[in-house]
């Protein structure tokens, strides 16, 4: 059985940092925190758990996180973030992979990523991550912020998903897009993608809808990023009530790859927007008709391959005048969100029909 390393970085995480590590030390032969600077009870907590070892911020999360990689001495490396959480179900399933593993097999471990995590428990956004690295490959983080693992060598994926459960502060930090300031044009094209999107987070449009584009003329670009880039860069010109441009953007993505239902979905909301609904129609049942593959690495919103296509089909075919087809489509939401306040509402205006 090969043994596992747990590695974290935290700061003035005393809210959230024992629910994570209750979900997770038994699957752990090792943990390692590295506090950059913690002024609460963060790195008592710590201690109860981990070797704690301390570093000075230097707005880069990577040197953080390799830091505390440096200290890891098991066959592999797993990382969390303290407002992390791993289910049991998932809990089990790492401790079935890591007793069944065979040392030097397998070079990384991809696992979900669930974040919005709704009050019934369902996820709003899915991705796969880098979540469990082979110690001897040397793997290193990249990126100031946003940081990730560029992998290779034998990938395998692992349907344990780690939760993502933020305490939420309606304050927006404005520390990444100072770190993304602060590196001027040493971005790369992963750097230009989420900085575009910080200022666009931070309502300053012009400047995201440049960044936007620079990303999307770099020929390092990622094909998933580019896909979300033209849907944020769509926003940007919604924001700014031009709606065409909008359109027209969001149409240019499909040379970049097959339609996502979140883009599908993107265009049926402008075609409502603009009253046309047989246009918004045609796209909610192309949604409605796509396929998530959240192993691709992209951003999967999940109620785009289900739930919205059919409350969008819903809506229009009342507009339309045809409330059978529209009462169906609210019905076939339910399916999806049985609690949804949309569909009883619509059942509610439905009636008995």
């Known amino acids: 059985m090969v043994s596992v390393s747990l590695c974290m970085i935290v700061k003035n995480e005393q809210t959230v940092l024992e629910r994570c590590l209750k979900s997770i030390y038994k699957f752990a032969d090792e943990i390692i925190i590295v506090d950059t600077g913690s002024v609460d009870k963060t790195k008592d907590i710590s ?3 981990a070797q704690v070892y301390d570093f000075q911020w230097c707005d880069d999360f990577s040197k953080a996180r390799n830091f505390a990689f440096s200290k890891a001495k098991s066959d592999y490396i797993m990382w969390l973030d303290a407002d992390d959480i791993v289910p049991y179900k998932s809990l089990v399933k790492l401790i079935e992979w890591k007793q ?10 991809m696992m979900p990523y669930h974040i919005n995590i709704d009050e019934n428990g369902r996820a709003g ?16 983080w990249q990126g100031a912020v946003h940081e990730c693992i560029q992998t290779s060598g034998n990938i395998i994926y692992l349907n344990a998903p780690i939760e993502h459960h933020k305490i939420e502060n309606n304050k927006i930090s404005d520390r990444n897009l100072k770190i993304y300031q602060k590196q001027g044009n040493a971005l790369d094209a ?5 900085y575009a999107r910080e200022l666009l987070t931070h309502g300053m449009i012009d400047d995201a809808i440049k960044m936007f584009e620079d990303f999307l003329q770099d020929k390092d670009a990622w094909i998933e990023n580019k896909i979300e880039a033209y849907r944020n860069l769509s926003s940007c010109y919604i924001y700014k009530d031009k709606i065409q441009t909008a359109k027209d953007i969001l149409l240019k993505s499909f040379a970049v790859d097959i339609p996502r239902a979140e883009t ?3 265009l049926a909301m402008i075609y409502m ?35 919205l296509p059919c409350i969008g089909l819903c809506v229009c075919y009342d507009k339309l005048g045809d409330k059978k087809n529209a009462n169906y489509w609210n019905e076939r939401a339910s399916i999806f969100k049985p609690d949804s306040e949309a569909v009883m509402a619509n059942r509610a205006y439905f009636g008995d029909l």
Not at 134 to 140: A, D, L, N, S, W
């Open 47 to 49: 201690k109860k758990y």
């Open 273 to 307: 927007r603009l009253e046309e609904y047989n246009n918004a129609k045609f796209w909610y049942e192309i949604a409605y008709k796509c396929m998530p593959n959240a192993q691709n690495g992209g951003f999967v919103s999940i109620d785009c391959y289900g739930y």
């Open 264 to 266: 599908c979905c993107d």
């Open 190 to 194: 992963r750097g230009k993608f989420y």
């Open 125 to 140: 956004f899915i991705y796969y991550r880098e979540r469990i690295l082979r110690r001897k490959t040397g793997f290193v």
């Open 100 to 109: 069944g593993q065979v040392s030097d097999h397998i070079d990384v471990v």
